[in-house]
């Protein structure tokens, strides 16, 4: 999960070390309530969650202008790659990637998101389809889905 | 299934199956910064433990050196014709007598030993007093001259007491045998080895104070004392708090690390009673995990046992000031520090952030010394205070805190603008020099009233605390 928070295997060796140092650290803390496995995943999210915050201090997001439809492309059948799936994630700016991963693999609600980068729920529904097109582009550049188009209304 | 959600699960299921394996160095990484931080706590006990041995064994040199050797700190008198009637008091060691030779000009007096001495220039040769045998006799032999060998005869000299200079004490007359030997010792440069006498009203320090115009050891009368001490501060808890601090995931607070400083001044109201005061500056306090927040106008509410806290509004979407986010809070939520919603399990939490109220109150206390054991004692004397202290609350910030940095975000609510306490306390004082001391001082305050004017707020700070400090007589 440290390769999908982050955008270079650097930086995801980084939260991992944070990570389970934290772990380490904090194991007392963990009261048996609930799975470990949760309870260190979300140690590793608070820890890409910091990092984030660090870096976003001096990250600029672009700007997406071209915004690609819902219905304008499906899928192939194309062997997914995950390796290369999760670089996709990597090469989002740091702003949609946690978005992104926070609500499409963690599960968490826009709600929630709000609460934990600050942002209110529109900009998090907002990055979130941004990150999603640029995921699609992606996808659609290297074969793992097909462009289709269609006619506008 | 929509597009946006075959995306979504597309991705999900690559990052489930998606493993890779860490660079091996950073396992390397984590044993070393895991070490480093073991190091370091290890170090800190060390040392500490290190620091208190040296000064017991530094105290404990010094009292087995004053013990056995007398070298203690010495008083420089002159010694002239104008003040040749000059008497004083204490044991000289061998060595210090030797400046009291003929044509001397000043004289140097140990401390912590007795010796009485008439001095008149040509008379203080003869009527110095020479250290004998604990017996209070002199043998034949001892009075050989060390140079010609030859034993001068004579009586030995009673010692009968006396009143001298409104002090009593112990004189010993001197045989003309005595005396003659003395003249010839001193004639000879051999200094004057002065036969002791057993002064009977000795302070502390074994030395007359009244006997030596100008220098007293002071611990009768008036003192000023500074200290400054660390300390752990929190607050009692009421036994529905302490169980709903118990149930509660939300009431995860602590006490926290503070301190306090003091100047006094003392006075001897009774033989082994003082009676101080002074002005205190100390801190309480508690830290505080997680908490309730709310937004009201352009405030932000956070709750605490300690009271409810108001900060202003930070505009600025910055993570220093996470708990800013005017988006979220519009009602009462159960936040973590880090602006995250509390998860439904409680089991999330985030130990790096931590609220710190601090109450800083000026205390003006009465407090009454007693001093206890051995007042005697060169070295070493012990105290018990109690008392009670009125507050002014002085300061009152609360900070948002990690391990590096904390952030002002507010103030606590409700609080009174006074405070009424006690002391407790017990300490010694290692007696450097006639007329100063440090001292070593553990002590406990507590607040008897509660600081919040909130009826339901019962907050009665404390304050465990070791001091140091040092104590001037005057």
Same mark, same amino acid.
Request: charged share 20%; with cysteine.
């Given at each position: 999960?440290?390769?999908?928070?982050?955008?270079?295997?650097n930086?995801?060796?980084?939260?991992?070390?944070?990570?389970?140092?934290?772990?380490?650290?904090?194991i007392?803390?963990? @009261?048996g309530?609930?799975?470990l496995?949760?309870w260190?995943?979300?140690?590793?999210?608070?820890c890409a969650?910091?990092? !984030?915050? @660090?870096?976003?201090?001096?990250t600029?997001?672009?700007?997406?202008n071209?915004?690609?439809?819902?219905?304008? !492309?499906?899928?192939?059948?194309?062997v997914?790659?995950? @390796?290369a799936?999760?670089?996709?994630i990597?090469?989002?700016?740091?702003?949609?990637r946690?978005?992104?991963?926070?609500?499409?693999?963690?599960?968490?609600?826009?709600h929630?998101?709000s609460?934990?980068?600050?942002?209110?729920?529109?900009?998090?529904?907002?990055?979130?389809?941004?990150?999603?097109?640029i995921l699609?582009?992606?996808l659609i550049?290297?074969?793992?889905?097909?462009?289709? @188009?269609?006619?506008?209304? | 299934?929509t +597009?946006?959600?075959?995306?979504d699960?597309?991705?999900?299921d690559?990052?489930?199956?998606y493993?890779?394996?860490?660079?091996?160095?950073?396992w390397?990484?984590?044993?070393?910064?895991?070490?480093?931080?073991?190091?370091?706590q290890?170090y800190l006990v060390?040392s500490?433990?290190?620091a208190?041995l040296?000064l017991l064994l530094?105290?404990?040199?010094?009292?087995?050196v004053?013990?056995?050797?007398?070298?203690n700190?010495?008083?420089?008198?002159?010694l002239?014709?104008?003040?040749s009637?000059?008497?004083?008091?204490g044991?000289?060691r061998?060595m210090?007598l030797?400046?009291i030779?003929s044509?001397?000009?000043?004289?140097?007096l140990? =401390?912590?030993?007795?010796?009485?001495?008439t001095?008149?220039?040509p008379? /203080?040769?003869? +009527?110095?007093?020479?250290?004998?045998p604990k017996d209070?006799?002199?043998?034949a032999?001892?009075l050989?001259?060390?140079q010609?060998?030859? =034993?001068?005869?004579g009586e030995?000299?009673?010692?009968?007491?006396e009143?001298?200079?409104?002090?009593?004490?112990?004189e010993v007359?001197?045989?003309?045998?005595?005396k003659?030997?003395?003249l010839r010792q001193?004639?000879?440069?051999?200094g %004057?080895?002065l036969?002791?006498?057993a002064?009977?009203?000795?302070?502390?320090?074994?030395?007359?104070?009244?006997t030596?115009?100008?220098?007293t050891t002071?611990?009768?009368?008036w003192?000023?004392?500074?200290?400054?001490a660390?300390a752990?501060?929190?607050?009692?808890?009421?036994?529905?708090e302490?169980?709903y601090k118990?149930r509660?995931? %939300?009431a995860?607070?602590?006490g926290?690390?503070?301190?306090?400083?003091?100047?006094y001044?003392s006075?001897?109201?009774?033989?082994n009673?003082r009676?101080?005061?002074? =002005?205190?500056?100390?801190?309480?306090?508690?830290?505080?995990?997680?908490i309730?927040a709310?937004e009201?106008? /352009?405030?932000f509410h $956070?709750?605490?046992?300690s009271?409810?806290?108001?900060?202003?509004m930070?505009?600025?979407?910055? *993570?220093?000031?996470?708990?800013?986010?005017?988006?979220v809070?519009?009602?009462?939520?159960?936040?973590? $520090?880090?602006?995250?919603?509390?998860? *439904?399990?409680?089991s999330?939490?985030?130990?790096e952030?931590k609220?710190?109220?601090?109450?800083?109150?000026l205390?003006?206390?009465?407090?009454?010394q =007693?001093?206890?054991?051995?007042?005697?004692?060169?070295?070493v004397s012990?105290?018990?205070?109690?008392?009670?202290?009125?507050?002014?609350?002085?300061?009152?910030?609360?900070?948002? *805190?990690?391990?590096?940095e904390?952030?002002?975000i507010?103030n606590t609510?409700?609080?009174?603008?006074?405070?009424?306490g006690?002391?407790?306390s017990?300490?010694?004082?290692?007696?450097?020099s006639?007329?100063?001391?440090?001292?070593?001082?553990?002590?406990?305050?507590?607040?008897?009233?509660?600081?919040?004017?909130?009826? +339901?707020?019962q907050?009665?700070?404390?304050?465990?605390?070791?001091?140091?400090?040092a104590?001037?007589?005057?």
């Amino acid at each position: 999960m440290c390769c999908y928070y982050a955008g270079s295997r650097n930086e995801a060796d980084d939260i991992f070390q944070d990570g389970f140092i934290r772990i380490f650290e904090k194991i007392g803390q963990y @009261k048996g309530d609930g799975p470990l496995g949760a309870w260190m995943r979300r140690i590793f999210v608070n820890c890409a969650l910091e990092r !984030y915050r @660090k870096e976003s201090r001096i990250t600029l997001v672009p700007e997406m202008n071209e915004m690609i439809s819902d219905r304008e !492309y499906e899928e192939t059948e194309s062997v997914i790659n995950e @390796k290369a799936l999760m670089g996709f994630i990597a090469e989002l700016p740091p702003r949609y990637r946690m978005v992104f991963n926070l609500y499409a693999i963690e599960g968490y609600s826009h709600h929630e998101i709000s609460g934990i980068m600050e942002i209110s729920e529109g900009t998090s529904k907002s990055n979130l389809a941004r990150a999603r097109t640029i995921l699609q582009r992606k996808l659609i550049n290297n074969g793992f889905i097909r462009h289709r @188009k269609v006619s506008s209304i | 299934m929509t +597009n946006r959600h075959n995306t979504d699960q597309l991705f999900r299921d690559a990052a489930v199956a998606y493993r890779e394996k860490p660079a091996p160095e950073a396992w390397a990484s984590i044993e070393l910064a895991l070490g480093g931080r073991h190091r370091r706590q290890r170090y800190l006990v060390l040392s500490s433990a290190a620091a208190v041995l040296i000064l017991l064994l530094g105290f404990g040199a010094g009292y087995l050196v004053r013990s056995f050797t007398g070298q203690n700190p010495a008083v420089l008198l002159p010694l002239t014709s104008q003040n040749s009637n000059l008497f004083f008091s204490g044991y000289p060691r061998p060595m210090d007598l030797l400046a009291i030779q003929s044509g001397a000009m000043q004289t140097k007096l140990s =401390v912590g030993q007795a010796v009485s001495v008439t001095a008149s220039l040509p008379e /203080v040769q003869q +009527n110095a007093r020479i250290p004998i045998p604990k017996d209070g006799i002199m043998p034949a032999n001892r009075l050989a001259d060390s140079q010609t060998g030859m =034993v001068l005869s004579g009586e030995e000299s009673s010692m009968p007491a006396e009143i001298g200079n409104g002090v009593q004490k112990t004189e010993v007359k001197l045989s003309q045998a005595e005396k003659e030997y003395q003249l010839r010792q001193m004639m000879a440069g051999n200094g %004057l080895p002065l036969r002791h006498s057993a002064p009977v009203n000795l302070n502390s320090s074994g030395v007359d104070a009244e006997t030596m115009p100008g220098k007293t050891t002071g611990r009768k009368s008036w003192a000023v004392e500074g200290d400054v001490a660390a300390a752990f501060t929190y607050r009692t808890l009421q036994e529905q708090e302490a169980l709903y601090k118990a149930r509660s995931p %939300l009431a995860s607070e602590s006490g926290m690390v503070s301190w306090n400083a003091g100047l006094y001044a003392s006075h001897e109201i009774a033989g082994n009673l003082r009676l101080k005061s002074g =002005v205190t500056f100390a801190s309480y306090g508690q830290g505080t995990t997680n908490i309730y927040a709310w937004e009201e106008g /352009v405030m932000f509410h $956070l709750n605490s046992s300690s009271g409810d806290i108001s900060t202003v509004m930070h505009e600025a979407k910055d *993570a220093s000031k996470p708990i800013s986010n005017d988006n979220v809070y519009s009602e009462p939520y159960r936040i973590l $520090l880090d602006n995250s919603m509390l998860m *439904a399990d409680y089991s999330l939490s985030n130990p790096e952030l931590k609220i710190i109220q601090r109450f800083d109150y000026l205390e003006l206390p009465l407090i009454l010394q =007693v001093q206890m054991g051995n007042q005697e004692h060169p070295l070493v004397s012990f105290q018990a205070e109690g008392g009670v202290f009125a507050g002014i609350l002085a300061g009152n910030r609360a900070f948002l *805190a990690n391990e590096k940095e904390s952030w002002f975000i507010g103030n606590t609510d409700d609080l009174r603008p006074f405070s009424l306490g006690g002391i407790l306390s017990a300490g010694a004082q290692i007696h450097i020099s006639d007329v100063l001391s440090a001292a070593v001082k553990p002590e406990f305050r507590y607040s008897f009233m509660s600081i919040s004017r909130n009826p +339901n707020i019962q907050y009665h700070p404390y304050q465990f605390a070791l001091g140091v400090g040092a104590v001037y007589h005057f």
